[in-house]
């Protein structure tokens, strides 16, 4: 598969990136990107939901009636989950949903997407740019150029490049990634990918079997 290579201000230049098969054009996996996509997600909670519980809550331990004889049912203190301002009966807790992946399992799954991304033409390829001041005004003229304006955008660069980041940090649906960092989610997540040109290579490279 080949892709037209594009400038900033959204007009074609006269080069083509052919893209490699094994990693743009492979028949998807859908559950691969499923339990990837599904530990993506899970590494993002934080895990500190907490209630009290019986021993928890502030109250008296004393018994608030008779065992028996009363004509209702038995009750011991206070704190009793039934009563309101008791203790809640199997509270979620501090926990960590972290759960692992092995690595081949991973790059199926980013290399299914990026066969999505590429089947549906959602990824545009461009010359090699960068700002000289990291000034918002920019990124968004390149947003416009090729009217992906309040879209969900994927910017992948071929490595970290801090005025592009500063530029681009108050756009809202917009992430900036270097190559060798992308993940499954963020492919999928957005409307189209802005890959710079040199950065083909390092998305292969990393993705590869090899």
Same mark, same amino acid.
């Given at each position: 598969?080949?892709?037209?290579?594009?400038?900033? +201000?959204?007009?074609?230049?006269?080069?083509?990136?052919?893209?490699?098969?094994?990693?743009?054009?492979?028949?998807?996996?859908?559950?691969? $990107?499923? !339990?990837?996509?599904?530990?993506?997600?899970?590494?993002?909670?934080?895990?500190?939901?907490?209630?009290?519980?019986?021993?928890?809550?502030?109250?008296? @331990?004393?018994? =608030?009636?008779?065992?028996?004889? *009363?004509? #209702?049912?038995?009750?011991?203190? =206070?704190?009793?989950? =039934?009563?309101?301002?008791?203790? @809640?009966?199997?509270?979620? %807790?501090? @926990?960590?949903?972290?759960? %692992?992946?092995?690595?081949?399992?991973?790059?199926? &799954? @980013?290399?299914?997407?990026?066969?999505?991304? &590429?089947?549906?033409?959602? /990824? *545009?390829?461009?010359?090699?740019?960068?700002?000289?001041?990291?000034? *918002? %005004?920019?990124?968004?003229?390149?947003?416009?150029?090729?009217? !992906?304006?309040?879209?969900?955008? !994927?910017?992948?660069?071929?490595?970290?490049?801090?005025?592009?980041?500063?530029?681009?940090?108050? /756009?809202?649906? #917009? %992430? /900036?990634?270097? &190559?060798?960092?992308?993940?499954?989610?963020? $492919?999928?997540?957005?409307?189209?990918?802005?890959?710079?040109?040199? +950065? =083909?290579?390092? $998305?292969?490279? #990393?993705? +590869?079997?090899?």
């Amino acid at each position: 598969m080949e892709l037209e290579v594009y400038n900033i +201000s959204g007009q074609k230049t006269s080069k083509k990136v052919k893209l490699d098969k094994e990693v743009f054009g492979i028949e998807p996996n859908d559950h691969a $990107i499923y !339990l990837d996509v599904k530990q993506y997600m899970a590494n993002q909670r934080q895990g500190t939901h907490k209630s009290k519980e019986r021993n928890e809550v502030a109250g008296s @331990r004393r018994k =608030i009636k008779r065992q028996k004889g *009363t004509g #209702t049912a038995r009750f011991g203190d =206070i704190k009793n989950p =039934i009563f309101r301002g008791g203790g @809640r009966i199997f509270g979620p %807790k501090p @926990r960590d949903y972290y759960f %692992k992946l092995n690595k081949k399992l991973k790059r199926l &799954a @980013r290399v299914s997407a990026l066969s999505y991304k &590429a089947k549906e033409n959602g /990824i *545009t390829v461009l010359e090699d740019f960068t700002f000289e001041s990291p000034k *918002t %005004k920019s990124f968004v003229e390149l947003l416009k150029s090729f009217e !992906l304006e309040g879209k969900r955008v !994927l910017v992948v660069l071929d490595k970290h490049d801090s005025n592009m980041f500063l530029a681009s940090r108050n /756009i809202q649906k #917009t %992430k /900036i990634v270097s &190559a060798d960092s992308i993940n499954t989610y963020d $492919i999928l997540n957005a409307s189209r990918m802005l890959v710079v040109e040199s +950065s =083909i290579k390092e $998305i292969e490279k #990393t993705n +590869s079997d090899n």
